[in-house]
C-alpha cells in the first residue's frame, strides 16, 4: 500500500473546507451580524453576541462526547455532512427569524452539530491520515478558518449592506454547503485503509485514533499529563481572548478607528502566516520547541502594545501581526501538542477534553478584558497581565517532555 499519495493532500483540502466553513464562516463571521440583526430586531448587541457564546459552549461539551462515543463508530462522512446540512439549515432558519428566542435555540442546534465537522474531527481526520508531515498538514487545514473569516467578512458584509442581514444568513447557508459537501460526498474518508492507503509516511498502519480501545479509562484526569496539557491549553486561550478588543484597544489609546481595523487585519494576517509556519517547524523541531516559538512572538508583540502609540501605525501594524501568532497555538500548536504528550492513539480523545476547558478560558478571558478596560480605563493592565500569562505557557512548555506518555514517548 502507498503511503504517500494525492489522496493524502485531498484530504488536507476536504479539511481545510470543512475548516473553513465550520470556524471561518460560522464562528468568526458571526459578530457582522450583530448591528443590523439587534436593531431590527429591538434587542441589544450583547442578546445578539449571546449567540456565539452558545454555540461555542456547545461546541466544547460535545467535544468529548463525539470524540469518544462517536469516532470510530459512526461513519465520518455521516458526521462531518449531517454537521455541515444542519448547520446551514440553522442559518437559513435565521434568515427568517423574528425572536431572539428563536436564534438562542438555532444557535444551540448549530453548536451541538459543528463539533461533527470542527476541531476535533479535523484533528482526528488528519491525525488518521498523516505519520509525518502531521503539522504541515494541520497548519494548511487550520490556516484556512482564518482565511475564511479574512474572505467571507467582506463578502457577507457586503450582501448585508446590499440586501439585508436576512439575505446574508441564506448566503451564508450556500457557503457552508459549498464548502463541505463536495469534499464529504466524494474526498473524506476516516482512514487511509478504506482507500487501500497507508498513513502518510508510515510503513505499517497506525492504531485507530478513536473508538471503543480507547474508552477504558486511557486518559487519566488527575494525571501530571492531563493537568499541564490544561493548564498550557488554557493559558494559550487566556491570551488569544484579547483578539476580539484589538480594534477597542486601538481607539482607546488614540489610534483612529482605520488603523484599529488594519490592526485587526494585521493579526489575521499573522493567524494564516504563523498557522502554515508553526506545522513545518513541529515537523522539524517537534510541537513543543514550535510553540515555543510561536509564544515568543506574540510576547513581543503584546508587550509592544503595552507602549503603543510610540513609533506611529507601522509599529501598530507589527505588533498586531506578532500577536496573531497566538491563533496558530491555540487552533495548531495545541492539537499537536496533545498529540505529542498522548500519541497518535490517545490525542483525538484527550483533545476533545483538552480543548472544553481551553474553549471555557477563552469565553471567560474575553469578557475579562472587556472588565479590566472598565476597572482600570485602560487596556494595558489587561495586556500586561497577557505578557504574564504567556511567560507561563512558555514555563510549562519544558515540562511537556517530561508529563509525556510512555506510548507517545515510545517507551
Do not use: M, S, W, Y
Given at each position: 500500500m502507498k503511503n504517500k499519495s494525492v489522496y493524502h493532500w485531498l484530504i488536507v483540502a476536504a479539511c481545510s473546507g470543512l475548516a473553513m466553513a465550520a470556524i471561518g464562516i460560522s464562528i468568526n463571521c458571526a459578530g457582522i451580524f450583530f448591528e443590523s440583526v439587534s436593531e431590527d430586531l429591538g434587542v441589544g448587541r450583547g442578546d445578539v453576541s449571546l449567540t456565539v457564546?452558545?454555540?461555542?459552549?456547545l461546541t466544547g461539551l460535545m467535544g468529548p462526547l463525539v470524540a469518544s462515543r462517536l469516532f470510530g463508530r459512526v461513519n465520518i462522512k455521516v458526521l462531518t455532512g449531517v454537521g455541515s446540512v444542519v448547520t446551514a439549515l440553522c442559518f437559513a432558519g435565521m434568515s427568517i427569524a423574528n425572536h431572539i428566542a428563536v436564534f438562542y435555540v438555532l444557535s444551540t442546534l448549530m453548536g451541538i452539530v459543528i463539533t461533527g465537522y470542527s476541531n476535533v474531527a479535523i484533528t482526528y481526520i488528519i491525525g488518521n491520515w498523516f505519520q509525518e508531515k502531521n503539522g504541515f498538514a494541520m497548519g494548511i487545514t487550520m490556516s484556512c478558518s482564518g482565511l475564511g473569516g479574512a474572505l467571507f467578512n467582506p463578502i457577507l458584509s457586503a450582501v448585508i449592506e446590499a440586501f439585508g442581514w436576512r439575505s446574508a444568513y441564506l448566503a451564508a447557508a450556500g457557503f457552508v454547503l459549498v464548502l463541505t459537501l463536495p469534499g464529504v460526498l466524494f474526498i473524506i474518508r476516516e482512514r487511509p485503509e478504506d482507500k487501500g492507503l497507508l498513513p502518510y509516511g508510515a510503513t505499517e498502519s497506525m492504531p485507530s485514533a478513536a473508538g471503543r480501545q480507547i474508552q477504558k479509562?486511557?486518559?487519566?484526569?488527575?494525571s501530571a499529563t492531563f493537568l499541564v496539557t490544561v493548564a498550557f491549553s488554557v493559558l494559550v486561550y487566556a491570551v488569544s481572548g484579547f483578539n476580539a478588543h484589538v480594534s477597542g484597544f486601538a481607539t482607546s489609546i488614540g489610534l483612529t478607528p482605520a488603523v484599529g481595523a488594519l490592526m485587526v487585519s494585521a493579526s489575521m494576517i499573522g493567524n494564516v502566516v504563523f498557522k502554515l509556519l508553526i506545522g513545518v517547524l513541529s515537523d522539524a523541531f517537534g510541537a513543543p520547541k514550535a510553540c515555543g516559538v510561536m509564544m515568543l512572538l506574540n510576547i513581543i508583540g503584546m508587550t509592544i502594545f503595552a507602549f503603543l502609540p510610540i513609533g506611529g501605525d507601522a509599529v501598530a501594524m507589527v505588533s498586531a501581526f506578532l500577536y496573531g501568532g497566538i491563533y496558530a497555538v491555540s487552533a495548531v500548536g495545541i492539537p499537536l501538542v496533545v498529540r505529542y504528550v498522548y500519541g497518535p492513539r490517545l490525542h483525538s480523545v484527550a483533545y476533545s477534553y483538552i480543548s472544553l476547558f481551553a474553549c471555557i478560558s477563552s469565553s471567560c478571558t474575553m469578557a475579562?478584558?472587556?472588565y479590566s478596560y472598565d476597572v482600570f480605563g485602560t487596556y494595558r493592565v489587561g495586556v500586561l497581565a497577557s505578557v504574564a500569562v504567556a511567560i507561563c505557557v512558555?514555563?510549562?512548555?519544558?515540562?511537556?517532555?517530561?508529563?509525556?506518555?510512555p506510548e507517545a514517548a515510545g517507551r
Open positions: 457564546t452558545l454555540t461555542n459552549v479509562g486511557a486518559i487519566a484526569f488527575g475579562g478584558f472587556g512558555v514555563v510549562l512548555i519544558f515540562f511537556l517532555k517530561k508529563v509525556r506518555t
